[in-house]
């Protein structure tokens, strides 16, 4: 109905008002349960709720933007190791989601005996609840009774102690977000490569065009939107992914794998007993949601990814 | 002549490398299913988890973790199911009737500020779910809502709201406009013309935002760990976290992988059943073909 974006102001309000009338339940939802419990959490973070040592936790008090400053001076080492935890590890997950997705469906996308099969199997990690699977991972990892370690002595290699160091702890974290995650990635690519024209390989192979320049060449451009997509969405996504975090490393050793959203839960909800450090969660989650928001503008602004939900 | 027998070894090479990737990255993927299958069936006590447990012999299979799990746990195994189909239900429901009435206002209608509303959800949609716990905690707590069914059914019904709404959009742009006008020539009013035309052709993606709706609560954990403090309104989330987290640092994998194998059992089904659509839903329409 596109026709009518020519008319005035008052006659497309009195033939489209009730377009607010059916937004009017999600408007309220959005309003109640997500806009103003983030403008709480931003004023939260600019009190001493549960830092203040004031005895009761319910008595707080506005103290401006005094845990920034923290933030950024004494507690500027935890702040800086939370950003590069946090971007190591959405843009290292994203980069391995993208290379194997991209090498599998390459791979998939030929004419090759047990396709079917090979897709079926390779995307049943993606049907599986990644809680679920997340918190069997956890199990796998452990040193004394986890299942990696006991294939390894099974081939003669001692126990790794997994957790306990932090390169092997992102190993252990890296690949289970690849086991989680490169299903669907694979399909996805498998879906655009299927829709590019035939007739172009066609072409590029009588031009005399080989294989590997056939790839960087035709099926990579043709991919770009849906590489661009994927992986902004994917990058958010693992940004703020809680489990994988939560359930294998818990952040550890130490804080060296700890992101922005496990750090808040902890602060908020850590450790049973201790006094909710409610001030302090709040003020990483207005930092996590400030560099979310900020990578989001200059994507959408710099490409043209919204064109389908808006048209 | 020897040129093209050349060719047609590298082909054979090729398809053999091919085949050689596939099958590496199907056994990654299986490699964790089988060990939750075959441990599922395992009586091999905790402490002797070594790779034998992987091969095992028909004798020391039996369905005593299955059995465990369905009958000797507390709180039940019923108690947590019902739980969990009470709020992954309700919050489907109401998810679903929030998702219906966005997508039809913003893939129908032509109304001032529409833009601007797209962008205020999508922005909105952008803070971190994880973070709304804290204030939710907070307001629920001086509400008197922690550890009751409704103080957990708000905040799963507003999750995936956004997502399923956009998701419905996309689908009822792929509808004609020319089937809700005849419905209008037909003498409907536009209400009437969307319930009993519109909707109808929509099953398909009202059933997949239902289904989503469904299984964030349904798998949730972090949400539920904080606002039930009563363990006979736990789910089955918090109940598998508690059967693979015990104090003495090794879990009791039989019970862990069969309580996980029967509660992903639904879900398994219903994604391989609708594999083609879900991918394409989750993709918002992005990728194409």
């Not at chain 2, 035309?197 to 539920?224: E, H, M, Q, S």
Request: charged residues 10%; positive net charge; contains cysteine.
């Amino acid at each position: 109905m596109a026709d009518l974006r020519d008319q005035t102001l008052s006659f497309r309000l009195r033939r489209e008002w009730p377009a607010y009338v059916y937004l009017l339940p999600t408007t309220l939802v959005l309003l109640f349960l997500n806009a103003y419990p983030v403008a709480y959490t931003i004023y939260i973070s600019t009190t001493d709720f549960g830092t203040g040592g004031k005895g009761s936790l319910l008595s707080y008090h506005y103290i401006g933007l005094s845990n920034y400053v923290y933030a950024l001076t004494t507690g500027l080492s935890t702040t800086t190791a939370l950003i590069e935890n946090s971007f190591f590890w959405a843009a290292g997950s994203v980069a391995l989601f993208l290379l194997i997705g991209l090498g599998l469906a390459t791979v998939l996308n030929q004419e090759i005996r047990g396709k079917t099969v090979y897709r079926t199997i390779i995307l049943l990690p993606w049907a599986m609840p990644a809680f679920i699977t997340i918190l069997i991972w956890a199990n796998m990892w452990g040193y004394s009774y986890g299942i990696i370690n006991g294939v390894l002595n099974s081939v003669g290699i001692r126990s790794v102690d997994w957790l306990q160091h932090t390169d092997t702890a992102w190993a252990a974290l890296f690949i289970t977000n690849v086991w989680l995650s490169f299903p669907f990635y694979t399909v996805v690519f498998v879906a655009t490569m299927q829709a590019i024209p035939r007739d172009l390989y066609e072409a590029a192979s009588i031009d005399g065009a080989s294989g590997f320049s056939q790839f960087f060449r035709i099926t990579l451009p043709y991919l770009r939107p849906t590489i661009v997509f994927v992986g902004l969405m994917g990058f958010l996504f693992t940004f703020n992914n809680f489990y994988p975090i939560y359930l294998i490393t818990s952040g550890g050793p130490g804080i060296s794998t700890q992101i922005f959203i496990t750090e808040s839960y902890n602060q908020a909800f850590g450790s049973l007993g201790a006094t909710p450090a409610f001030s302090t969660a709040a003020l990483y989650s207005v930092i996590d949601f400030v560099i979310i928001i900020t990578i989001t503008v200059v994507v959408i602004w710099r490409t043209d990814l919204t064109r389908n939900w808006l048209k | 002549m020897r040129a093209r027998r050349g060719r047609k070894w590298v082909r054979l090479g090729k398809r053999i490398a091919s085949h050689v990737v596939l099958i590496v990255a199907c056994a990654f993927a299986l490699f964790p299913i089988y060990f939750i299958v075959i441990t599922s069936f395992s009586t091999l006590p905790v402490a002797s988890i070594t790779a034998q447990v992987l091969i095992p012999k028909m004798s020391q299979l039996s369905l005593a973790s299955y059995h465990a799990i369905l009958y000797s746990q507390s709180p039940s195994f019923v108690s947590l199911l019902g739980n969990s189909v009470i709020f992954a239900g309700s919050a489907a429901l109401i998810g679903l009737l929030l998702a219906a009435f966005t997508g039809f206002a913003l893939s129908k209608f032509n109304f001032p500020g529409r833009r601007t509303f797209v962008y205020f959800i999508l922005l909105i949609s952008l803070f971190p779910s994880f973070v709304l716990i804290l204030p939710f905690y907070l307001e629920f707590a001086k509400l008197g809502l922690i550890d009751s069914y409704l103080g957990l059914i708000i905040p799963y019904s507003a999750g995936a709201v956004v997502f399923s709404g956009i998701l419905v959009k996309n689908y009822m742009d792929s509808i004609p406009d020319d089937i809700e006008e005849a419905a209008l020539v037909d003498g409907l009013s536009r209400t009437q013309a969307f319930f009993r035309v519109l909707l109808p052709l929509c099953y398909p993606v009202l059933g997949l935002a239902a289904f989503l709706a469904f299984v964030g609560p349904y798998t949730d954990y972090a949400l539920a760990h904080v606002f039930l403090t009563s363990s006979d309104k736990w789910t089955l989330a918090l109940g598998l976290y508690n059967v693979a987290n015990t104090d003495t640092g090794q879990s009791n994998y039989g019970l862990v992988t069969a309580f996980a194998i029967v509660m992903s059992i639904p879900i398994v089904a219903f994604y391989m059943a609708f594999q083609r659509y879900i991918i394409g839903g989750l993709t918002l329409g992005a990728v194409r073909g």
